[in-house]
């Protein structure tokens, strides 16, 4: 991944969390291959769009979308959400997701997952999370917690062909 990011950016401005976010959506090849696309990013809390398409469909019978693209959705959301609390680019990698699956995503219709990190300590963040078709009407809930620094290097400084 190269996430190549302006450093003289304020870690605080809006323009920062949204470089940080878009680099993101775009460098993850998952992401990029479901085209996700970032709503808004802000210090700890992002919203991501996942256009419909009908092959993300589960069951096409019933026009259901598959629990897996919403548990990939919720798990990007939240640990961009992660990203965007940090004072510095670091390494992190999900230890635990809990996903509360409340009705299925349905054909035709977007996906949006919203993830806020309300707690940040020095090994651990926590993140809780929302997916929605209409926003009054939630798909899945999600509580989640990440490991910060999990390996020596940043994502943020790697460039490409380098380990």
């Not at 919203?47 to 629990?67: N, S």
């Not at 290097?153 to 490409?160: A, C, Q, R, T, V």
Request: with cysteine; hydrophobic share 40%.
């Amino acid at each position: 991944m190269n996430f190549d990011i302006d450093n003289s950016d304020p870690i605080h401005s809006p323009h920062h969390y949204l470089k940080v976010a878009e680099h993101f959506v775009d460098d993850v090849p998952h992401c990029r291959d479901l085209g996700v696309s970032v709503v808004e990013a802000k210090h700890g809390e992002v919203l991501l769009k996942l256009p419909y398409r009908e092959d993300l469909l589960g069951d096409t019978e019933r026009g259901l979308i598959h629990g897996g693209v919403l548990t990939s959705l919720i798990d990007n959301a939240s640990g961009l959400s992660v990203f965007c609390s940090l004072p510095e680019m670091e390494a992190i990698a999900t230890l635990d997701l809990r996903l509360d699956n409340m009705r299925p995503g349905v054909a035709g219709e977007d996906i949006y997952a919203w993830a806020r990190c309300y707690r940040l300590t020095s090994q651990v963040a926590f993140v809780r999370s929302v997916a929605y078709q209409q926003r009054h009407l939630p798909l899945a809930t999600s509580s989640s917690a990440f490991m910060r620094a999990s390996s020596n290097k940043s994502f943020m400084s790697n460039k490409k062909g380098q380990s």
